[in-house]
């Protein structure tokens, strides 16, 4: 943890090191990428992730991780700098990384809440399968639990595999920190 903190801190004080450009230095810098100027384009991305970071300050807590997050925005940064356009450069730019942010933070949660509820289903099988188990005496089939859980087949196929899948990233976990 503390390697990343200091990672972090180096990264940070590089970034204070670098000038953000002005309204008209993006406009100029805009003007030479169209020219094919690498170097102009270096310095736009450079000189506008202070900026980025700014935006990406209003989007923490809220479920993604701040590497995450800094990723997406820098991502969309370069994207832009290379499309090529007229206009204020810091409006669409903050514009983007704000639809950006607000996607990640939206596809997040409901990777979340699609994980919340294949384990709810995870659990529910299991209890059903040991109460069917005390009830016949056995284990029960496929079609029996299926019927009982009122779900497909597959669908219970799908929540085995997955348990199965879980159990056997658990087991390598535990033997990887040994």
């Given amino acids: 943890m503390k390697e990343n903190f200091d990672k972090d801190e180096v990264w940070m004080e590089e970034l204070s090191a670098i000038t953000p450009c ?10 030479e990428i169209k020219e094919g100027k690498a170097e102009a384009r270096e310095r736009l991305i450079e000189g506008n992730l202070k900026g980025v970071l700014l935006i990406v300050k209003d989007y923490l807590n809220k479920g993604v991780p701040m ?7 820098s991502l969309e940064l370069v994207m832009l700098a290379d499309e090529g356009f007229e206009g204020s450069f810091e409006k669409l730019l903050e514009s983007r990384i704000r639809v950006r942010m607000e996607e990640t933070i939206d596809e997040n949660r409901k990777e979340l809440e699609k994980e919340e509820e294949m384990l709810a289903r995870v659990n529910v099988l299991q209890e059903v399968s040991k109460v069917m188990a005390e009830e ?5 089939n496929l079609k029996e639990l299926a019927e009982r859980m009122q ?10 595999r997955m348990t199965m899948d879980a159990l056997n990233l658990s087991e390598l976990n535990r033997e990887f920190q040994q």
Avoid at 22 to 31: K, P, Y
Avoid at 67 to 73: G, R, S, T
Avoid at 136 to 140: I, K, N, Q, S, V
């Fill in 136 to 140: 016949l005496g056995r284990e029960a």
């Fill in 151 to 160: 779900m497909t087949e597959d669908e219970v196929r799908e929540v085995m």
């Fill in 22 to 31: 002005t309204e008209e230095e993006n406009a100029r810098l805009l003007s």
């Fill in 67 to 73: 590497a995450d997050l800094i990723q997406e925005a």
